[in-house]
């Protein structure tokens, strides 16, 4: 397992299935093409972007490198790393036909290739000498954010005050919370949210 603190991006959810088992740390789904019109998601990506960078992990189709490119031209270029997989022909063994080109995308990679793909990028595990302490989904239930009669609405407050997509699951959340915010910093806000 590679622990990351700059989050991932890629195109969909089998990307996020696939790189589960390889990465300790945030990936988040462009949707494919949905990215072009999710203006949360875009702001999202830019707001990590800036706090901790973010990698790029995308299919090695043109549909790839049209999200990827997206990406790029919307971030700043020193707050990007890119990660790329080679061209393999085939198709993943949940789809009855191969894509449009005939390439596997990161779904289809062993996870070796994956590998191989970020040490290439440089994107090594890292070690942190920083102890803090991380939010939880206990603390998420605490505060009232989950599991509580009315905690979808007091969810809505908070990510509304940290300027987050409402539509974040709480497990999402958590992953978000510990990128970006401080514990102090999370009951802070959750005090202004009663």
């Not at 789809?95 to 990028?121: D, P, S, W, Y």
Request: glycine letters at 8%; one cysteine or more.
């Amino acid at each position: 397992m590679i622990k990351l603190s700059k989050p991932i991006i890629v195109e969909g959810k089998y990307d996020i299935i696939k790189l589960s088992n390889l990465i300790d740390g945030l990936i988040i789904k462009t949707d494919g093409f949905g990215i072009f019109k999710d203006k949360e998601k875009q702001k999202l990506i830019r707001r990590l972007a800036g706090e901790t960078g973010i990698i790029v992990l995308t299919d090695s189709d043109s549909a790839g490198f049209i999200i990827r490119n997206f990406l790029t031209s919307s971030l700043p270029a020193d707050k990007i790393t890119h990660v790329y997989i080679p061209d393999i022909f085939g198709k993943e063994k949940r789809k009855t036909e191969g894509g449009k080109e005939g390439k596997l995308g990161v779904e289809g990679m062993t996870e070796e290739i994956l590998l191989e793909a970020f040490r290439k990028a440089g994107v090594v595990g890292e070690t942190t000498t920083e102890k803090r302490r991380l939010i939880t989904n206990i603390d998420l239930y605490e505060y009232g954010f989950s599991g509580r009669p009315n905690s979808q609405e007091k969810r809505k407050k908070l990510l509304k005050r940290l300027s987050l997509p409402e539509r974040l699951s709480t497990s999402s959340l958590v992953k978000i919370l510990n990128t970006f915010v401080k514990y102090e910093e999370f009951v802070k806000e959750a005090e202004q949210c009663e």
